[in-house]
């Protein structure tokens, strides 16, 4: 079945940019949406389609996808960033996810 | 606005059939490009698509789990019902149902999210 790939964690400063990255086989020939779930809340679409930012998602969100790797990134991360990150795509006839990466920002 | 609500039993033993239903509104599964998901998080790890069905009656199933599971729409009543039979204590965790829309396949995404139901598998 089709996988996605994720790191577990990342962490950044306040300010600096953060890119997460989710591979899979030829993912740049499908879309990938990415979800945002901060602890306790359900996800939040932030990105879908590669790079359409969903509706009430600051500008600093953006992603890109191409070859085996997507990526999601944060211009100037910020505190209120800090959350679990997950990568979906079209895979094996349904919806796959990642393996979330959480998102540290201190 | 778009809403869906989860319920269904907090509690099941093991080998027990679990049924979820989920309610929603400000939408009709009788749309074009229109599904319902069923997303499932146990306790500390990754979202697991389940099940998803459209407007056009098409299903599609987790790999592993299809031959548990179950998914059915009533558009009249606005309601998507999951079945998952045989649970196991593995089988813990939030269940989430979610609105998806699509153009093709490819583009399939979760857009709206209900607050999710907790569901404990144990004896």
């Known amino acids: 079945s089709y996988e996605l790939t994720q790191p577990p964690s990342l962490s950044v400063s306040p300010g600096q940019p953060a890119s997460i990255t989710c591979s899979g086989d030829?993912?740049?020939?499908?879309?990938t949406s990415w979800y945002q779930q901060k602890p306790g809340q359900s996800p939040v679409l932030v990105i879908s389609?590669?790079?359409k930012r969903a509706s009430g998602i600051p500008e600093r969100f953006s992603g890109s996808n191409s070859g085996n790797t997507a990526t999601l990134t944060i211009t100037g991360a910020q505190a209120m960033d800090e959350a679990d990150y997950y990568c979906?795509?079209?895979?094996?006839?349904?919806?796959?996810f990642g393996g979330g990466t959480t998102l540290t920002v201190l | 606005q778009i809403t869906l609500k989860e319920s269904g039993p907090t509690l099941v033993k093991p080998t027990q059939t679990l049924t979820l239903t989920c309610s929603f509104s400000?939408?009709?599964?009788?749309?074009?490009?229109?599904?319902v998901g069923w997303i499932r998080q146990p306790p500390g790890k990754a979202l697991e698509c389940l099940a998803l069905?459209?407007?056009?009656?098409?299903?599609h199933y987790s790999p592993a789990l299809r031959n548990r599971l179950a998914i059915t729409k009533d558009t009249s009543k606005n309601q998507v019902v999951l079945t998952m039979t045989n649970v196991a204590p593995v089988d813990t965790g939030t269940y989430y149902c979610?609105?998806?829309?699509?153009?093709?396949?490819?583009?399939?995404?979760?857009?709206?999210w209900g607050q999710g139901s907790l569901v404990t598998v144990s004896s």
């Open positions: 979610a609105h998806n829309l699509r153009t093709t396949l490819e583009t399939s995404h979760f857009d709206y």
């Open positions: 400000g939408f009709s599964l009788t749309t074009s490009g229109v599904g």
């Open positions: 069905i459209y407007w056009n009656d098409h299903e």
């Open positions: 030829k993912l740049g020939e499908k879309y």
């Open positions: 389609q590669d790079n």
């Open positions: 979906q795509a079209w895979g094996s006839n349904t919806v796959v």
